[in-house]
């Protein structure tokens, strides 16, 4: 079914994403309606309509179902039940039963490695009924999860609720330090990489991937992601193959993150799935024919897709709240490249590690593009240096957290 231009489109969440697709959706003619609980979030502030309310408000849910043609989301702890509430009144992408996968880790995780897709060794940590049991349990662990990442099952983010532990002897307190909620342990592995590929799958299996991006993390959030990736063309291959197999085999429809670890011997292991848009393809608006999130829109409202091939090389670096400890930053830094684009959301408050914006620099190679991108990333932290430490290294990083 086509959803005709002038149609109102609805959004669950009120983020970044979900700005970028209300921008993709109102130039191609359509109309967006937000559901957020947050006032003046960065989507519901520039959208023709805000309904401000839980995601659970059954008024609210039945207001979006009833004035809207086609209904997505823009983040994955959506409730999955509110998707599944929706899709009985209009076109829901993606579906629930997708972003019930990939919102838990242990049910992502059981999933990617049921269907063949290789993992980082896991385990499942939750209090058995018997939960006098448990830690005896633990203790039997194979050891090779250790040194490992004790990562909450829901709701984590941005390297939040995850937690570095050395050994067995600290599993107890480290799950404790998370409620004691259900969690995966995750082998700590020396990673050559990390690279992710975003899919857009459309109503009727028709599916495109977009170039593969090399992604860097700084203290668990990404901090640069460079298009292409600076690996083999058979990693780039293998990385596209498995993006899209993983979307085939969930019946995705919509835009798609698969997010991969690289290994020392070209292996590739898939870390996680975002079902929407993800911050490692904002390159896409400035360099692709199309965006990943003209894609999302295209795809909901069962339009084809668009090409997703590159003008040239690309640089997107992110910016944080940690920037604006001395008020704005000075964007003359950013602006006065004529190949660089800047991209603010519009948030009210600046925090340390919330993402406030990005910029996409353009290049003829990546190498130009990169060290261009570093060189303003320089000029912008030294306006603030008190605000930065030197680039910490993985370990560091999760020492870090450890610590705090
Ligand atoms: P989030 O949902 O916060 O993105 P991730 O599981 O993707 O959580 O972890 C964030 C980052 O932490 C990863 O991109 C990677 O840099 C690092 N990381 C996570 N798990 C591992 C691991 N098992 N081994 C090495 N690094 C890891
Ligand atoms: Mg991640």
């Known amino acids: 079914m086509i959803i005709p231009p002038g149609a109102m489109l609805g959004l669950l969440g009120g983020g970044q994403l979900g700005r970028m697709f209300t921008m993709a959706a109102q130039s191609l003619g359509y109309r967006v309606t937000v559901l957020d609980p947050v006032e003046n979030g960065p989507a519901g502030s520039i959208a023709e309509r805000h309904l401000r309310a839980d995601y659970l408000d059954s008024a609210a849910l039945h207001e979006i179902g009833a004035t809207c043609a086609a209904i997505t989301t823009e983040f994955e702890n959506v409730p999955a039940e509110s998707l599944r509430i929706l899709a009985q009144h209009c076109v ?14 242990i049910l992502e995780k059981n999933f990617l490695s049921a269907n063949g897709f290789q993992v980082a060794p896991y385990a499942i940590i939750e209090d058995s009924r018997d939960s006098q049991n448990s830690h005896t349990e633990w203790f039997r662990l194979p050891p090779g999860l250790f040194p490992g990442i004790l990562k909450v099952s829901r709701l984590g983010y941005d390297g939040k609720g995850q937690v570095r532990v050395d050994e067995p002897t600290q599993l107890d307190r480290a799950f404790s330090g998370m409620n004691r909620e259900p969690c995966v342990l995750e082998q700590l592995l020396p990673l050559a990489n990390e690279v992710s590929v975003v899919v857009a799958r459309g109503f009727d299996g028709t599916a495109i991937t977009f170039p593969v991006s090399e992604n860097q993390h700084r203290k668990g959030i990404l901090d640069v992601s460079i298009v292409p990736a600076r690996v083999s063309p058979s990693i780039v291959q293998n990385a596209r193959e498995a993006a899209l197999r993983v979307a085939e085999t969930l019946e995705y429809h919509g835009v798609l993150c698969v997010e991969f670890f690289v290994l020392g011997d070209g292996q590739l ?73 800047l991209h603010l959301y519009g948030k009210l ?41 030197p680039g910490p290294c993985l370990q560091d990083a999760y020492r870090t957290k450890t610590d705090e």
């Open 92 to 105: 829901v992408s993606p579906a629930s039963s997708s972003v019930s996968i990939a919102q838990n880790r």
């Open 349 to 389: 408050a600046a925090r340390p590690g919330r993402k406030m914006g990005h910029y996409t620099v353009l290049g003829e190679t990546t190498e130009a593009a990169l060290q261009l991108a570093l060189e303003i990333k320089r000029s912008l932290e030294c306006a603030h240096s008190s605000a930065f430490e």
């Open 269 to 341: 292991l898939v870390n996680e799935i975002a079902p929407r848009p993800h911050n490692s393809g904002h390159y896409s608006i400035d360099t692709c024919v199309t965006s990943q999130f003209e894609q999302q829109v295209r795809v909901l409202c069962g339009l084809p897709l668009g090409g997703t091939s590159m003008h040239g090389a690309a640089v997107m670096v992110n910016l944080l709240g940690d920037l604006w400890q001395g008020g704005e930053p000075e964007w003359e830094h950013v602006l006065r490249h004529p190949h660089v684009k």
